[in-house]
């Protein structure tokens, strides 16, 4: 087995507040490179690239280092942690955001170290296009790019995101977001518009309904591993995304495989969707990473197995 | 290959009035029967046991009989065909009623000829729970029964409803159907319950997001198929059902199955829902039955293979 690739990610760490019809926390550990890198880290190395005030708690940043998640690149700045508050009601595939106090976050400007420059992998959590691009340009040349976004920047800073976007190998979005970004409401149509932009593959989230990958070589719809109860989606997409491009990580994925094998690299594919919707069927069972950060790994091996078992027709 | 069980349905025959984000449709042929029976006959024979009124076009049942569709339990009777005006908006998954003229439909009681009592399998559409029982107590011996139903009655008449159910093999229903049959918000819970009443194998359709079968061997989740755009969801479930029906039927199932041979059920089930997400898809690409009526069966045997791409890992 090969080494597995080294994975930086870009994004937020937050506090979150979360009102869900389960229940409620309050400023609790969020932030989407929290949900990412933990994820990812059942798969492979990560980097965290970020910023956090002064009321961040330094020992998770500690508890991240057991998981050998290096951390060097989470910056402490004088003020407060970004907060966000939100709730999820009835239907909880959306949540509805009650306040965001970006704080320090809103003058993050990430600074990539010479380490960090030379992430064989890349994954731009959801922050402004104009960051992700800075990300790109410090990199040197990593063989595989991810990006999330969402409406906020689509109808905000478009051409900050399409010049993004023709730097990346993956997307994932949610369905809304595809037909906003595209102007196209079937989302079949949807996805030949978003790879003219760049992307060759897209990874459209159906929250309980689980994922829907458009490779080169065909689709794949993969469900959501159905829980008992769902306390709390929020960090779901992220912690997906962290199992997707883990596995991806950890199996010698890249945009050369993509060209030089695409039947491999859609089995791949395939396989890390698999990963990311085990991982976020944990995620959802508790608030926060609480969850994740009590998750083992023979416990994430057997519900895929069983999901596995779920999919499979014959 | 052994020769098909046929199949005895019961259920309504109507016209639709119907509108939808894509369009509109003035008294189309529609009704539970018309959809199960046309695609069950791409598998198995049927008959049907319906009512009509004068106003009912002859030569459908002729085009029905073509298909080898016995027509002869359709009551022609005085007064109009029952008349479902129904609109979709937004989110297709849910009909909105705007009104139901029930007509010659009323009085329906159907009489089982020696023959239906002979059917091997029985399919008892969405009707009045106390006409399922009915069905049930004319047919001699069916060696698998599956069932139907729908707010209306779970509601209206749960004690008919549950006495139906316990002679039940296979129940077909909808998420909210399902809660509100068990009492029971999540669906695992709901299914136990539901289970407890009687039908050990329960599909449950999801609309857009495909169908989920609970059988005793485990769960399996299957996709709709994407289509470029949805124009009536109308049949969608009935054209589902039989397409699921007509597959199982064309390949030995039965309750005895079911008991000396789980696994081999398990598997039959899998791939009959296969076929009934396969056949729901084209339904729904045109108003009332045109796409089922010009609907090849090369057609749809490259669509399910189609399908079963889409939903393979490796």
Chains 1, 2 share one sequence.
């Not at 970004?82 to 003058?107: C, D, I, P, Q």
């Amino acid at each position: 087995m090969k080494k597995p690739s080294t994975i930086l990610t870009v994004g937020s760490m937050a506090f979150d507040s979360i009102q869900t019809p389960a229940g409620k926390a309050d400023k609790v550990l969020g932030g989407s490179v929290n949900y990412f890198s933990v994820a990812a880290s059942f798969f492979a190395p990560v980097q965290i690239l970020g910023v956090v005030g002064e009321d961040f708690p330094k020992s998770h940043l500690d508890w991240l280092s057991t998981r050998k998640i290096d951390v060097s690149g989470v910056k402490y700045a004088k003020g407060q942690t970004f907060h966000w508050v939100g709730s999820y009601e009835g239907n909880m595939n959306e949540a509805k955001t009650l306040s965001t106090a970006l704080n320090v976050f809103e003058h993050f400007n990430p600074e990539l170290s010479e380490t960090h420059r030379h992430a064989e992998m890349i994954f731009l959590a959801n922050i402004d296009p104009v960051l992700q691009t800075s990300v790109l340009d410090q990199a040197k040349g990593p063989k595989l790019v991810a990006m999330d976004s969402m409406n906020f920047w689509i109808a905000g800073k478009p051409d900050a995101l399409k010049a993004a976007l023709k730097r990346v190998d993956i997307l994932s979005i949610n369905e809304t977001e595809a037909a906003l970004l595209s102007g196209e409401k079937n989302l079949k149509r949807a996805i030949d518009v978003i790879r003219g932009m760049g992307p060759q593959v897209i990874v459209v989230k159906r929250g309980e309904y689980g994922a829907i990958l458009f490779s080169p070589n065909g689709i794949f719809i993969a469900p959501a591993y159905p829980v008992d109860s769902v306390i709390d989606p929020t960090g779901a997409g992220d912690s997906f995304a962290g199992a997707f491009m883990g596995y991806l990580a950890s199996h010698g994925a890249s945009r050369d495989l993509a060209k030089s094998n695409p039947a491999e690299w859609d089995a791949l594919l395939r396989s890390a969707v698999v990963a990311g919707c085990t991982m976020a069927s944990f995620t959802v069972q508790d608030f926060s990473l609480h969850r994740l950060m009590r998750l083992e790994a023979k416990e994430l091996s057997a519900r895929q197995t069983e999901l596995l078992k779920m999919i499979a027709v014959g």
